[in-house]
C-alpha cells in the first residue's frame, strides 16, 4: 500500500527564495544593460546632473573629483540649511527655477565667505532671479557649438594646465570679471559677493560626460578642477535644483534605488498572481473526495441491501405511495382521497379501459399484508405501475402537441 506524497513545509521558502533571486538579477541586468545602452542611444532630455550617467550628465567629473582627492558631496536638502554648510555650491542648468527665497538663502550664504558655480543658459527670466540680485543681465549673442576659445586671464592658479576651453552657448553676460569671452560677449564671469565669490557662466555643458571622449575638451575638467581646489571647504553639486530632494524615510530612500524596483517586481508578480487565482478557470486545485460512489452504484448497493434483508414489502410500499401520488395529480384529486375515491376518480378518465384501478389496489393491499413478497410479485405489481404512469406521461405529451398546434 502506497502512502500519500506530503508536500515539505518549507519547499514555499525556497520558492519565495527562488522569485526574489531571478527578480533580482533581472532588475540589475537590466540596470547594467541600461548604462551600456545609454551610451549610444540618443537622449531625450538634458539633465546636467551626478546621478546622470548619459553623455549630457555630470557622473564623469564627479569621479574626478574622487580620484584627485577633493572633498565633494551631493545637496538635496533645502537652501535654509546651506548656513550649517562650508565649502562651494555647484549649480549647472537647474531644471527648476530657484525662487525669490531660495536665491537669497543661497546669496547669503555665499555673502558669509562661501563659493557658488552657476551655469545655466539664462533664456528666461525665471532663471535669472539669482544672477539679477548681483546686477548681472544677460543678452542674445551667436550660438557657438564645440568652439574653442582662450581664456581672457591666464595668470590665476585656477588656469594653470589650461590652455584653452570648448564651449558650447546662446548667451552672452553683461556685468562681472570676464574670464571667458568671445566676439559677441562675456561667455563665464567672476562676480564678489560679500566674503565670498562667484563663478557665472552660460555654459553649462563645459564638463558633461560626452566631453570625456575629446581630447581637446579635457581643460575643461582641469579648469573646473582647478576652481573646485579653491574651495575652502567641500565641493557641494546641487541636485536639489534638479528635482532630487533626500528622503528621511529609509524606505522611501530603499525605493528609489534598485531594491525599489525589486520590490514594485515582486508587487506586479504578486497581483497577477492574486488576480489569476481569483478568476473561474485560475489555477488547477486538487480537491479531496472522502468517498468516490456513482449514482448507480448507490442505487445498486441500496438494492442489494434491501433484497438481502428479504424487504420485497418494503420496497412495494415506497415505490407504490410513489405511484399513488403521480396517479392523484394526474387525476387531479387529493392523495390523501380513500381508495374508493381514487378508483372512482379513474374510472371517469379516459385512461379507465387500459386497466383495472380496483383489482390493482386490492392486490397491492393483499402484497402489503404478506410477510414474504416474491421477486416474481413484486416486478409484476411495479411493472403495472409503471405501465400506468407511462400512459398518463405519453396522454400529456399528446395533449401539449395539439395546444401547441392549435
Not at 2 to 22: C, D, G, M, S, Y
Not at 170 to 199: C, F, N, Y
Not at 258 to 286: D, K, Y
Request: positive net charge.
Amino acid at each position: 500500500m502506497t502512502q500519500p506524497k506530503v508536500e515539505k513545509p518549507n519547499r514555499i521558502w525556497w520558492q519565495l527564495f527562488a522569485l526574489l533571486f531571478v527578480s533580482g538579477l533581472s532588475v540589475y541586468s537590466g540596470i547594467a544593460f541600461d548604462e551600456q545602452k545609454d551610451k549610444f542611444w540618443p537622449e531625450t532630455e538634458i539633465l546636467i546632473s551626478v546621478f546622470n550617467k548619459k553623455p549630457s550628465g555630470l557622473s564623469g567629473m564627479h569621479e574626478i573629483l574622487k580620484k584627485t582627492g577633493l572633498k565633494s558631496g551631493i545637496w538635496q536638502l533645502p537652501y535654509r540649511n546651506l548656513s550649517d554648510t562650508k565649502g562651494m555650491l555647484v549649480i549647472l542648468q537647474p531644471t527648476e527655477s530657484l525662487s525669490e527665497l531660495d536665491a537669497k538663502q543661497i546669496l547669503d550664504w555665499v555673502e558669509k565667505g562661501n563659493d557658488l558655480v552657476y551655469f545655466d543658459h539664462f533664456s528666461y527670466k525665471l532663471t535669472r532671479r539669482l544672477i539679477e540680485k548681483l546686477s548681472i543681465d544677460t543678452r542674445d549673442g551667436e550660438t557657438i557649438v564645440d568652439k574653442r576659445l582662450a581664456l581672457t586671464q591666464t595668470a590665476a592658479p585656477e588656469f594653470s594646465h589650461v590652455p584653452a576651453l570648448v564651449v558650447s552657448a546662446e548667451r552672452r553676460l553683461r556685468g562681472g570679471s570676464p574670464l571667458l569671452s568671445d566676439s559677441s560677449g562675456t561667455l563665464m564671469a567672476e562676480v564678489k559677493h560679500g566674503k565670498g565669490r562667484i563663478l557665472l557662466g552660460t555654459v553649462p555643458s563645459i564638463c558633461s560626460n560626452r566631453r570625456l571622449a575629446n581630447p581637446e575638451s579635457w581643460p575643461n575638467f582641469q579648469f573646473l578642477a582647478n576652481w573646485f581646489s579653491t574651495a575652502n571647504g567641500a565641493v557641494i553639486f546641487d541636485e536639489r535644483c534638479h528635482g532630487f530632494s533626500s528622503a528621511t524615510n529609509v524606505f522611501h530612500y530603499l525605493l528609489r534605488g534598485p531594491t525599489g524596483l525589486v520590490f514594485w517586481q515582486l508587487m506586479l508578480i504578486l497581483l497577477l498572481a492574486t488576480l489569476s487565482s481569483a478568476q473561474r478557470f485560475g489555477a488547477v486545485r486538487e480537491v479531496a473526495v472522502s468517498r468516490k460512489i456513482s449514482n448507480l452504484e448507490f442505487i445498486h448497493g441500496l438494492s442489494n441491501a434491501f433484497r438481502r434483508a428479504r424487504a420485497n414489502t418494503a420496497i412495494l410500499e415506497i415505490l407504490g405511495q410513489s405511484f399513488k401520488n403521480q396517479l392523484c395529480k394526474a387525476l387531479g384529486i387529493s392523495p390523501h382521497e380513500t381508495n374508493e375515491n381514487i378508483v372512482s376518480a379513474w374510472q371517469q378518465s379516459k385512461q379507465a379501459p387500459k386497466a383495472n384501478m380496483e383489482e390493482l389496489i386490492a392486490e397491492y393491499e393483499r402484497a402489503l399484508s404478506k410477510n414474504y413478497l416474491s421477486d416474481s410479485d413484486l416486478r409484476t405489481l411495479v411493472g403495472t405501475c409503471d405501465k400506468i404512469t407511462r400512459t398518463f406521461a405519453e396522454s400529456a405529451d399528446e395533449k401539449r402537441e395539439a395546444e401547441s398546434n392549435s
